[in-house]
């Protein structure tokens, strides 16, 4: 054993601490540069980034950020955890959807990662009399099942109690959830809520016989799909949740009871901190109902990887945006986590996909060691912040909807349909500016791109509200795009005419091509006007080139046969030029427009 010598050195030098406000004497002079004056809070402020639900993130967190003592995992107010241990036993619960009568692909499933098995069942999916078919070879003791019935869930729950009974699975050994969500069907469909009558008594069966199993699912998905934000959703499906309470103590179950026949589903997006403070403040919204209701306890949570952020262009790339949601659920302390497969917006997933979506929790769990940390954002003064202001967002939403009179009230008048309308036109505006980038679809698309072909999925539940995509106005412009190509075997071309050398043009040369393409739109970059097939242009250059050349190259271009001229850069006094693109202008607006010129209908 070497013993290195003394020499006074402290490898932790002592620098003096630096206060919050040369921090904000910082933030000042960097604002100044830029030509903005601002001082103290209000410097700090110019940086922070405004959310959803008026909600902002701060650029700089610190100790004195207070937020509510979360405790201890497992323990009132289960912000760290609804589990003592956590997901440290095993890692979270690799649960996969299917939503077609494939034996194999359940098997295969099963044998390879998956944990339990989410399982679409009636009309739109495996029909009630395949279910035993379907589950051949599935040792039901050791898999849990869920079931999505729909109206169905009594013939399912009755069909799936049988199949536990012929293959002499013991009472206490099944688990899973039957899937019972009358408001959640209405949110789906616009149709009423289903009789309640039935799935009480599932309800007390389940609590008297079935320790293990749930009969109800309080399903947030219907509001995240129709383009609620993190508030929303917690806000409806407490309200659900609660007005599920009343229904089971009017049935006659107790609240301990009530309380535990319920599983509550949530989003997982991209967007990793926001997902993570979700669940956490989830749980603590749903222990104080708890609490009010006499019955503490703890929420159990299905995370689901965000069907609205995956996109149907350049599809590979959600399998980065489900690894990072995987990643959020499993930190939030879900206990269940899906994994949509990545051509999921494209029709019925593959083998491969399939196998990609299983591996994700696989590799965080086993690889990573995710889940060897039970709370691992817990104690991050950003997390812990961002929690609180979000429970109060959600707790907020949730009384707006309870003094309309209740979950029922608020979807058949249409005033939730409303509410969530006006979100996700805010954040349409947001997509519309690329001021949220998608990429591969708003940002870096590629228009040689060969999309997989997949069977199409089942016709899924409409007439409630509506499903959105973070794509769909995009979407809409490639297709249009897509539609000219095969017609006319060519898509829709624009000339880019760079002014002067790399260094001045390269920039916004390469802004306008890639926003033009976001629509579908071939960018030409060589040879003359002339010979490019287009019959609009774009000057791309600096602002200094722009004075000097701007006028007369837009001339020689209109002599040319260009009916348009777009330059790339801020709007300005430019003669012969039409239209201006820029960052934070209205990418959707500009592209139709410029479809509907050409003439790609």
Not at 182 to 210: I, K
Request: charge should be negative.
């Amino acid at each position: 054993m070497t013993v290195l010598p003394d020499d006074g050195l402290s490898l932790a030098a002592e620098f003096p601490d630096a206060t919050h406000e040369q921090w904000q004497r910082l933030v000042e002079g960097v604002l100044r540069k830029s030509g903005k004056e601002a001082s103290g809070t209000a410097a700090e402020d110019a940086l922070s980034t405004p959310l959803e639900d008026g909600l902002r993130a701060r650029p700089l967190y610190t100790a004195d950020d207070s937020a509510p003592e979360p405790g201890l995992p497992g323990f009132a107010p289960f912000v760290r955890g609804g589990r003592a241990e956590g997901n440290t036993l095993g890692g979270w619960d690799v649960r996969q959807r299917h939503t077609t009568a494939d034996n194999s692909a359940v098997l295969g499933d099963l044998e390879n990662g998956v944990t339990s098995l989410w399982l679409a069942v009636g009309e739109r999916g495996i029909p009630v009399s395949s279910l035993g078919r379907v589950l051949d070879g599935v040792f039901l003791d050791l898999a849990p099942v869920v079931l999505d019935p729909g109206p169905e869930v009594a013939s399912a729950a009755d069909e799936l109690l049988r199949l536990y009974e012929e293959r002499g699975v013991a009472r206490e050994a099944a688990r899973g959830n039957l899937g019972a969500d009358p408001l959640g069907f209405a949110a789906r469909t616009g149709a009423e809520a289903f009789d309640f009558a039935p799935v009480a008594a599932l309800a007390r069966r389940c609590a008297e016989e079935y320790p293990g199993l749930r009969a109800l699912t309080v399903d947030a998905l219907p509001y995240h799909e129709a383009g609620g934000s993190a508030a929303q959703e917690l806000g409806a499906s407490l309200a659900t949740g609660v007005a599920y309470l009343r229904e089971l103590a009017e049935a006659g179950l107790s609240v301990e009871q009530a309380v535990g026949q319920l599983e509550f589903r949530y989003a997982a997006t991209a967007d990793q901190f926001l997902t993570i403070a979700k669940l956490r403040a989830a749980r603590r919204l749903w222990a104080r109902v708890a609490e009010v209701c006499g019955a503490p306890g703890g929420q159990v949570q299905h995370a689901v990887t965000s069907p609205v952020m995956m996109s149907r262009r350049d599809p590979w790339v959600n399998m980065l945006r489900t690894t990072v949601a995987t990643l959020a659920a499993g930190v939030g302390g879900a206990e269940s986590v899906t994994v949509l497969p990545f051509d999921h917006a494209l029709g019925l997933p593959d083998a491969f996909a399939r196998r990609i979506a299983r591996n994700t929790s696989t590799i965080l769990v086993e690889e990573s060691h995710l889940s060897r940390v039970i709370d691992p954002a817990g104690g991050s003064w950003y997390v812990e912040r961002l929690t609180d202001e979000l429970a109060h967002a959600g707790w907020e939403f949730f009384q707006h909807i309870e003094q309309q009179g209740g979950q029922a009230a608020v979807l058949s008048s249409g005033r939730l349909r409303e509410d969530l309308a006006i979100t996700w036109a805010a954040r349409s505006a947001k997509l519309a500016r690329r001021r949220e980038p998608i990429t591969g679809v708003s940002e870096f698309p590629n228009l040689a791109e060969r999309l997989p072909e997949r069977t199409p999925a089942p016709e899924v539940p409409s007439g409630g509200l509506p499903r959105v995509r973070r794509d769909e106005a995009y979407e809409a412009l490639r297709a249009r795009s897509d539609a000219h190509l095969a017609a006319t075997g060519s898509r829709p071309r624009i000339f880019l005419a760079a002014l002067g050398p790399a260094a001045a043009h390269t920039a916004r040369l390469a802004f306008a091509s890639n926003l033009f393409q976001a629509g579908g739109i071939e960018p030409v970059t060589e040879g003359e006007f002339a010979d490019s097939g287009a019959t609009e242009a774009c000057l791309c250059s600096s602002d200094t080139l722009y004075e000097e050349q701007a006028a007369a190259v837009a001339g020689e271009l209109r002599s040319a046969g260009a009916g348009h001229v777009f330059l790339a850069g801020r709007p300005g006094e430019y003669p012969g030029v039409d239209a201006y693109v820029f960052a934070g202008c209205d990418a959707v607006a500009v592209l139709s427009a410029t479809l509907d010129r050409m003439g790609v209908s």
